[in-house]
């Protein structure tokens, strides 16, 4: 009990020792800060902890170290101190621990063999090295030995021993004969692990040759006596017999089951380190060469780390992991049999970091920790020293305590500076880290330039920076013009690192800042004048214009911007520079072009720039040519590809630069717009043309931009109206030397493909950007929260696999291409994440409110975001359609899925597009971005009764010619009880509509009939089913012109929605006509037999009408014309008036045969237009076939045939034959006919009798 007790207690100290922690403080890497930071020492570079030399170089053992005061070094070795001083052959250089061993004036470099550390020291404290084991690479000679023959029968196994010498490091081992051919390995034949070489079964072709095992150390290769076989066999062997497929030469040889030669008996143990390599081997006999299989018993084997060598007699699996472990079965069989060997794996680990303690810097009065955190196999032992001392044995700090990983600071004081180094040690290797505690005591700085002048854009967001330090941190607080109690909220945001954020810059925002940086040693202050500066933009810029070749052209830019800001005005043509000269001019506001050419055509772009603003615009030139009056023979020819450009040249070389010159070929009447220069390379891509560069088609020597480390070979191209020419002769060969590299990798991002790992890639560079051989990159990282020093490792691929983090932490990222030449500009450091796990916790109280007959609003309680373990991305709800409330239908219970996005204290959202009257359920999910977490509770309801869908297949048929048949179908969703459809219709005649009227039927009719008042009456139907909740979707059908037609147009006046249904029964596509032009229509697919079935709605417009219908009888054009009409035949009677007034004769009512007669007289060869004939149903067509007409002053009676006209003037006379005075007017007064009509009856025409002129006339 007294045990427990004091464990609570010393839990509750910790818990207080931490709730007062101060967050350490950030050195800033500023020259003025570091010149005066005092600070303990840091060991930044020393050698390899297995440090393997050779004996024929210098020894150096390297040891850097940087703090201020600067350190001094010394060296211990195999634990005790190396006196430096008393060994001429060593030297160590200035400023530095770094360790020279020199052996010009003799001494063996095995002398020096040992164990060394490297300690840094200043008046701070003390720093260590890794303990470095300096060990000499060795090299033994291979024993000597007589080897007698071997003696092998045909079909049996046999191994040639290799047992090379040990050397360090161990040799690398291969077979060859005496004429130093390597020996062959296949399926049969293969070497293992330990250098043997192993044969399943002898052949005897096999004896043909002699074998030797060859071991290569560091610099030299060392070969054994060779051995020879003699292979006996029971028939004479063969050479022409001998083939792939029966290798023994057609010769009896018996048959084996497989037996192991490596290893033996039925099972066996390996042991392998963490992050290492793992190889298995099997090696079976036997006669057929028995074939090898791998398993793991209980699991599959890891098949992304897996691979197979030797077929398949090794088993290799890289950067071994715990679960790796395990039986690990290989299986040899052939046609006789099968045996197996288990080989049991430990995989064992030495210290790995899981918290490694960084830099700990504190102000007085502030605590602080150190971490040093550990795994392995087995679990290794923390120690922690100070200054190199044991911490148990070093002085004693009461403000220090010590909870095993963890060293607790409270309360520092100035003086307490140390450094203190964690030792994380097992029986298969160790860690040693150095972490600095230093108490920093300095008033605040400001860092940035004095008095710095910012000039900005009105209306961007503009920072005002004020880089400060102290320690204990300042407290930072921003003035304008000296007055206020300070800038923070609304328009301003001021950040931790002293940046002062101007959401809009205004003209009211120019002025003088502030920043005050103030603690209790004191403050300092800086000042910051910003100026808001009017926006730049283009007033009059460039237009689309057309030129006549030879003309000039000038194209406008006129800018308007701050008049304290000088503005640069430059040209571009197609994203090139443009290269001014006679005919191109530029002034302040255009770009004049004289002598317009096709080479001038492109598009011309106008940028405007000045210190802190720029603007463009662009317009394009199309040049035309002018037609020649007198064309030359040349010149009729059509524009031709022009000839390819001769004799390049190359000349003034550079580095990466050099002068390429050529001679332009024939233009072929179209003049050269641009010359197209490529190149091909002879390492990556030999043989393949790439372009380089294009240059306009009046230059033909030019400075190209290269590659390092490069060999070029370069063509051009001529390119003009017509198309490219064919390419050039390729030039001279040109090579370029090789240097560090320019570009970064691109892509660099991190990303976590397990929850324990983060998987760092990027783009490799292109070949053309490598600059030099060996290209590999350096990748740092280091954990974003803890401030950790950076992990680095170097890499020839495009991506490198962080294993054993935490879930879900952030990472700071860069990476750095080298090669031979040097190292590259590093990247910026970017943030990644680890892998994401799946979220532990389930949303709660999942509730609905407020439900309507499509929404829902829905609640819940959130998630700790740290339990989502990842990136948060929403709470997803899933939701389905348990069931319709109208008995019996059908619906799908297909989930879909609503995300909502939210991290407040209580979460809401709507839930929309929900079918009416139904029954739901739904329940949520938080998710990251790749798992979702457990469900919330299953909420149920049910939505309320709305109005219906549309009624289905509503159609029309026609079955008689005076009455219509209407049908149709349920709604697809009734949205609730049916109580019964409206059908609204009424009659339409081209843009003129009839009434509306009104149907109503019960819901269990869905037919009705409609006589028709006349065959040609034509009539729209609106129809749409009813609920309690009111009307639903209008479907619009137009009554056909004759059976099975269809007619679509709009429902205008009853609502915003009409419907038209259309069954159909054949495959797609289906054509939809009779639609109105110019109209908005939504289409959708449904299934007849199941209402759940349904595709989306898809949009569309159809095209605007040539010209709209229009009543011709309403047109002004038609009425101007019947007026003229009506106006030439008054003139007519008014003349034929005047003449009758004139003679004297035509008494009475004569004036009517005086216009006869002016008829007669002028119209007397004219035939008579045809009479207007008139159909059975009404409507009126007209005929004019010159085939049919009677001769003239005749007519056709009703029986088809031809007689003389019988209607004449005398007709017209009172009692004897109508007869002409010499002037032409009728001799006695004119009458009314006769009864000749009524004794005639319907058998005369009255087709061309002047009274009927004038009736056709009028």
């Known amino acids: 009990m007294l045990r427990q007790g004091g464990h609570a207690a010393l839990t509750l100290t910790l818990l207080l020792l931490l709730w007062r922690e101060a967050t350490p403080i950030e050195v800033p890497q500023d020259p003025k800060i570091l010149q005066d930071l005092k600070q303990p020492p840091t060991i930044i570079k020393q050698s390899v902890k297995d440090y393997i030399v050779d004996p024929r170089d210098n020894i150096i053992i390297e040891c850097e170290a940087k703090g201020n005061p600067v350190p001094t070094f010394s060296w211990r070795r195999n634990g005790k101190f190396f006196n430096i001083g008393k060994d001429p052959r060593v030297?160590?250089?200035?400023?530095?621990?770094?360790?020279?061993?020199?052996?010009?004036?003799?001494?063996?470099?095995?002398?020096?063999?040992?164990?060394?550390?490297?300690?840094?020291?200043?008046?701070?404290?003390?720093?260590?090295?890794?303990?470095?084991?300096?060990?000499?690479?060795?090299?033994?000679?291979?024993?000597?030995?007589?080897?007698?023959?071997?003696?092998?029968?045909?079909?049996?196994?046999?191994?040639?021993p290799c047992n090379p010498p040990p050397g360090l490091p161990p040799p690398f081992t291969f077979w060859m004969n005496s004429s130093m051919s390597p020996i062959p390995l296949d399926k049969r034949v293969s070497m293992g692990l330990n250098g043997d070489l192993y044969f399943s079964n002898v052949l005897s072709q096999d004896a043909q040759t002699d074998y030797s095992c060859n071991a290569r150390f560091t610099h030299t290769i060392q070969q054994k006596n060779p051995f020879t076989l003699r292979v006996q066999t029971k028939e004479q062997y063969n050479d022409t017999s001998f083939n792939a497929s029966d290798p023994l030469g057609g010769r009896k040889v018996a048959e084996t089951t497989p037996t192991f030669l490596s290893p033996t008996g039925r099972e066996s143990s390996k042991m392998v380190l963490r992050d290492e390599q793992l190889l298995l081997e099997c090696i079976a006999a036997g006669l057929p060469t028995p074939t090898i299989k791998w398993f793991k018993k209980g699991g599959d084997l890891p098949g992304r780390k897996v691979k197979f060598e030797k077929?398949?007699?090794?088993?290799?699996?890289?950067?071994?992991?715990?679960?790796?472990?395990?039986?690990?079965?290989?299986?040899?069989?052939?046609?006789?049999?099968?045996?197996?060997?288990?080989?049991?794996?430990?995989?064992?680990?030495?210290?790995?970091?899981?918290?490694?303690?960084?830099?700990?810097?504190?102000?007085?009065?502030?605590?602080?920790?150190?971490?040093?955190?550990?795994?392995?196999?087995?679990?290794?032992?923390?120690?922690?020293?100070?200054?190199?001392?044991?911490?148990?044995?070093?002085?004693?700090?009461?403000?220090?305590?010590?909870?095993?990983?963890?060293?607790?600071?409270?309360?520092?004081?100035?003086?307490?500076?140390?450094?203190?180094?964690?030792?994380?040690?097992?029986?298969?290797?160790?860690?040693?880290?150095?972490?600095f505690v230093s108490v920093l005591d300095m008033p605040p700085r400001m860092l940035g330039p004095k008095n710095q002048l910012i000039k900005v854009v009105e209306n961007n967001r503009t920072f005002l920076e004020c880089p400060f330090f102290g320690s204990p941190l300042p407290d930072l607080r921003w003035f304008k013009n000296g007055q206020g109690s300070g800038l923070d909220g609304g328009h301003y945001r001021v950040y931790i690192n002293g940046s002062l954020e101007i959401k809009r810059a205004r003209a009211e925002d120019e002025g003088t800042y502030t920043c005050v940086a103030s603690s209790i040693l004191g403050k300092a202050e800086n000042q910051v004048r910003l100026e808001v500066k009017e926006m730049m933009r283009i007033v009059r810029a460039p237009i689309d214009v057309s030129a006549i070749r030879g003309t000039t052209v000038q194209l406008d830019c006129k800018v308007k911007s701050d008049p304290s800001l000088p503005v640069t005005v430059t040209w571009t043509k197609d994203d090139k520079p443009l290269y001014l000269g006679w005919r191109l001019k530029k002034d302040g506001e255009s770009l004049t072009i004289n002598n317009v050419?096709?080479?001038?055509?492109?598009?011309?772009?106008?940028?405007?720039?000045?210190?802190?603003?720029?603007?463009?615009?662009?317009?394009?030139?199309?040049?035309?040519?002018?037609?020649?009056?007198?064309?030359?023979?040349?010149?009729?020819?059509?524009?031709?590809?022009?000839?390819?450009?001769?004799?390049?040249?190359?000349?003034?070389?550079?580095?990466?630069?050099?002068?390429?010159?050529?001679?332009p070929g024939n233009d072929n009447r179209s003049p050269i717009k641009e010359f197209l220069v490529q190149f091909q390379e002879d390492r990556w891509e030999p043989g393949r043309w790439q372009d380089l560069s294009s240059y306009p088609g009046d230059l033909n020597s030019v400075i190209l931009q290269l590659a390092p480390f490069v060999n070029y070979q370069f063509r051009v191209i001529a390119v003009n109206s017509v198309g490219p020419s064919k390419p050039s002769q390729p030039s001279p060969w040109y090579k370029t030397s090789g240097a560090a590299p320019d570009a970064i990798p691109r892509g660099l991002r991190g990303w976590g493909s397990k929850k324990d790992n983060m998987e760092i890639s990027w783009e490799p560079l292109l070949d053309l950007e490598r600059n030099g051989p060996n290209l590999h990159y350096s990748v740092w990282w280091r954990r974003k929260d803890l401030g950790e020093d950076w992990s680095n490792v170097t890499s020839v691929g495009s991506k490198h696999i962080i294993q054993n983090t935490e879930t879900y932490v952030p990472y700071e990222i860069k990476i750095q291409a080298r090669n031979d030449f040097g190292s590259g500009p590093e990247s910026n450091v970017v943030t990644g994440f680890s892998g994401e796990d799946k979220p532990t916790e389930a949303p709660k109280d999942l509730r609905v409110s407020k439900v309507d007959s499509t929404k829902a609003n829905i609640h819940w309680k959130p998630v700790d975001l740290n339990s989502v373990l990842g990136e948060f991305k929403e709470y997803r709800l899933y939701f389905w359609r348990e069931s319709s409330k109208v008995p019996g239908l059908v619906v799908s219970k297909e989930k879909k899925t609503k995300g909502f996005f939210s991290t407040t204290a209580d979460p809401s959202g709507l839930l929309s597009d929900l079918v009416p009257f139904s029954r739901y359920q739904m329940f949520m999910v938080a998710a990251n971005s790749r798992y979702e977490g457990p469900p919330s509770n299953t909420v149920e309801f049910s939505t309320r009764e709305g109005v219906p869908d549309a009624p289905k297949l509503f159609r029309i048929n026609r079955r008689s010619l005076d009455s219509l048949y209407l049908e149709w179908d349920k709604p697809l969703e009734p949205n609730g009880v049916l109580i019964g459809y409206q059908l609204k219709y009424r009659t339409v005649n081209g843009s003129r509509h009839g009434r509306l009227q009104l149907e109503s039927f019960f819901p269990n009719v869905t037919e009705f009939s409609l006589r028709l008042p006349d065959r040609s009456t034509r009539y729209r139907f609106y129809l749409a089913a009813l609920t309690q909740v009111g009307s639903g979707e209008v479907v619009m059908e137009e009554s056909p012109?004759?059976?099975?037609?269809?007619?679509?147009?709009?429902?205008?006046?009853?609502?915003?929605?009409?419907?038209?249904?259309?069954?159909?029964?054949?495959?797609?596509?289906?054509?939809?006509?009779?639609?109105?032009?110019?109209?908005?229509?939504?289409?959708?697919?449904?299934?007849?037999?199941?209402?759940?079935?349904?595709?989306?709605?898809?949009?569309?417009?159809?095209?605007?009408?040539?010209?709209?219908?229009?009543?011709?009888?309403?047109?002004?054009?038609?009425?101007?014309?019947?007026?003229?009409?009506?106006?030439?035949?008054?003139?007519?009677?008014?003349?034929?008036?005047?003449?009758?007034?004139?003679?004297?004769?035509?008494?009475?009512?004569?004036?009517?045969?005086?216009?006869?007669e002016c008829l007669v007289r002028d119209k007397k060869d004219l035939p008579l237009d045809p009479v207007d004939q008139k159909d059975q149903d009404g409507s009126f067509d007209y005929h004019s076939d010159e085939d049919n007409k009677p001769l003239q002053g005749s007519q056709t009676s009703l029986d088809g045939n031809v007689k003389e006209s019988d209607d004449s003037l005398v007709d017209y006379g009172e009692g004897g034959d109508g007869q002409f005075n010499e002037d032409g007017s009728f001799i006695g007064q004119y009458t009314v006919k006769k009864d000749k009509d009524e004794t005639e009856g319907n058998e005369s025409s009255e087709a061309t009798s002047p009274v009927n002129a004038i009736y056709s006339l009028a």
């Open 91 to 160: 030297t160590m250089r200035k400023r530095s621990g770094t360790l020279e061993i020199g052996f010009r004036s003799g001494g063996r470099p095995e002398d020096y063999e040992g164990e060394y550390q490297c300690y840094a020291t200043n008046e701070f404290g003390i720093a260590l090295s890794n303990w470095i084991l300096l060990r000499v690479s060795k090299a033994p000679l291979w024993p000597k030995e007589v080897l007698e023959p071997v003696m092998v029968t045909e079909g049996s196994p046999l191994v040639l």
């Open 311 to 435: 077929y398949n007699k090794t088993l290799k699996i890289i950067n071994v992991s715990e679960e790796d472990a395990g039986e690990y079965v290989c299986m040899a069989n052939n046609h006789l049999g099968s045996i197996r060997h288990s080989i049991f794996v430990q995989v064992k680990a030495a210290p790995y970091w899981l918290d490694r303690p960084t830099d700990l810097v504190l102000a007085p009065d502030e605590n602080g920790r150190l971490v040093c955190r550990a795994n392995g196999n087995p679990k290794p032992n923390i120690q922690w020293l100070v200054n190199g001392q044991p911490i148990e044995t070093a002085p004693p700090y009461p403000n220090r305590l010590i909870l095993e990983d963890t060293i607790i600071f409270r309360l520092v004081q100035m003086g307490s500076s140390a450094v203190y180094q964690c030792n994380a040690s097992n029986q298969h290797g160790y860690l040693l880290a150095n972490a």
């Open 597 to 663: 050419n096709e080479g001038d055509e492109g598009t011309y772009t106008c940028s405007a720039k000045s210190e802190i603003d720029h603007d463009s615009a662009s317009g394009r030139l199309t040049v035309l040519e002018e037609a020649s009056l007198y064309p030359t023979v040349s010149s009729a020819l059509p524009p031709d590809r022009p000839d390819p450009p001769m004799e390049l040249d190359l000349s003034d070389p550079a580095a990466r630069s050099i002068r390429l010159t050529w001679i």
């Open 1041 to 1156: 012109h004759s059976a099975n037609e269809d007619n679509v147009t709009d429902a205008t006046g009853l609502g915003d929605k009409t419907v038209k249904v259309v069954s159909v029964k054949q495959q797609p596509p289906i054509t939809v006509a009779d639609l109105i032009a110019g109209a908005d229509y939504h289409l959708r697919v449904y299934s007849h037999e199941l209402n759940s079935i349904s595709s989306k709605t898809i949009p569309f417009q159809t095209k605007a009408a040539y010209m709209d219908q229009v009543d011709i009888a309403t047109q002004g054009w038609f009425i101007g014309l019947m007026c003229a009409i009506a106006l030439i035949i008054l003139i007519l009677l008014i003349v034929c008036f005047i003449k009758r007034s004139r003679g004297g004769k035509y008494p009475g009512g004569g004036y009517l045969a005086a216009f006869t």
